[in-house]
């Protein structure tokens, strides 16, 4: 995980800012394993054959892990008075989702962009935010919304953007199976959106080494 700021994000700490809830799913493990064997029952394969024994236990188990991400973590932030109004980007985050159309694997790398006002917010909070919005079913353009929805609520403004760049396996491995695709999303808020020129700039910071389509 990369960030961009021209503000030292050393300060006081200062009062957490809330955090959208996200519903835990309730996941029955043990009626997953049960569908995992018969869908290999349903592939020609024998689950009890060895190299099988015991994968419908291990794919409940990551089915339970991955669609129950930590929820817990509060927002940290840090006073800072002479940090206003200048853009902070953060970039090199790299989460997995699982498009809920296919129930294949997409690779989402983001990055998210504010502009503070007073204080600053935890850079360890962006990675946070991206994996439990990654957690579930998603779609991109969902997801890229979700993390926008969510930072803008902890640092209390709509001065927030957030660029998706992603890996789609039911593009790259199903249907047209074109590799090379890649999938970018843009959510664009306040002051990304009256501003050009902060605009150009946050896109500069996301996508270093492409130019605009």
Same mark, same amino acid.
């Given at each position: 995980m990369t960030s961009t700021s021209i503000a030292d994000p050393t300060a006081p700490e200062c009062s957490a800012a809330p955090t959208l809830s996200v519903p835990a799913p309730c996941i029955d493990t043990g009626r997953v394993s049960d569908l995992i064997a018969q869908l290999l029952?349903?592939?020609?394969?024998?689950?009890?054959?060895?190299?099988?024994?015991?994968?419908?236990? =291990?794919?409940a188990?990551?089915?339970?892990?991955? %669609?129950?991400?930590?929820s817990a973590a509060t927002a940290t932030c840090f006073a800072e008075s002479h940090v206003n109004g200048e853009l902070v980007v953060v970039g090199g985050m790299s989460v997995w989702s699982l498009c809920e159309h296919h129930l294949l694997p997409?690779?989402?790398q983001v990055t998210a962009g504010y502009v503070p006002a007073g204080q600053?917010?935890? %850079?360890?909070?962006?990675g946070r935010i991206a994996q439990r919005h990654a957690g579930r079913l998603q779609v991109q353009e969902r997801f890229t919304r979700q993390v926008a929805d969510e930072l803008a609520s902890?640092?209390?403004?709509?001065?927030?953007a957030v660029a998706v760049r992603g890996t789609h396996l039911c593009m790259s491995m199903r249907g047209v199976r074109m590799e090379a695709a890649r999938t970018r999303s843009l959510?664009?808020?306040? =002051?990304?959106?009256?501003?050009?020129?902060?605009?150009?700039?946050?896109?500069a910071l996301a996508h270093p080494h492409t130019h605009p389509e």
């Open positions: 029952v349903a592939l020609g394969e024998n689950p009890a054959r060895e190299g099988l024994s015991g994968t419908p236990e =291990r794919v188990s990551w089915w339970n892990t991955f %669609l129950s991400p930590d997409m690779n989402l600053l917010l935890g %850079l360890s909070k962006f902890v640092i209390g403004s709509d001065d927030v959510c664009a808020r306040g =002051r990304f959106q009256s501003d050009p020129v902060l605009s150009q700039q946050f896109l």
